[in-house]
């Protein structure tokens, strides 16, 4: 089961109207995502609490990492850069973080809100290889955008 994301975007939008709270705008996205697609094993958000560093926010599947350095691993790539971060093979991404061992591939999207602030980042973990394109990058983005621009 793919996500249909324009169903996702809908869904989401009508749980988070009025919503400026970003730990639940992130509990309810993380949540929403999670159960939408069969690809999805860990779907959770990493929250900037410190300069360059990330702590675990909501989630959804096993236990993550609790602190990320933005110079580590692929979340803090996609905190450091500010771009998204589809890796294929974990096992080929140099400096990966192994938080589980039966994580294949991911994609990880910065998060910010509307006045461009970075809040964190949007890590989906499948234990599939592969499992992620540009498709996903663009709808999950679309979420996000849409979901935090009026953030806290």
Do not use: N
């Not at 979340?75 to 140099?94: H, L, N, S, W, Y």
């Amino acid at each position: 089961m793919r996500a249909d994301y324009d169903e996702l975007a809908k869904t989401i939008a009508s749980l988070t109207e009025g919503e400026t709270d970003s730990v639940a705008l992130m509990a309810t996205i993380a949540c929403e995502l999670h159960h939408a697609d069969a690809r999805f094993d860990w779907t959770g958000f990493y929250r900037v609490t410190a300069p360059a560093l990330l702590k675990i926010g909501p989630y959804q599947g096993g236990h993550g990492c609790l602190v990320i350095p933005f110079d580590r691993g692929v979340c803090g790539a996609a905190a450091r850069t500010g771009e998204v971060q589809i890796v294929d093979d974990v096992e080929a991404f140099p400096g990966h973080i192994a938080c589980s061992s039966s994580t294949r591939s991911e994609i990880v999207l910065p998060v910010s809100d509307g006045s461009g602030r970075l809040l964190g980042v949007l890590d989906i973990d499948s234990d599939q290889p592969g499992a992620f394109d540009a498709a996903d990058a663009e709808a999950l983005g679309a979420i996000l955008e849409a979901s935090f621009r009026d953030a806290e």
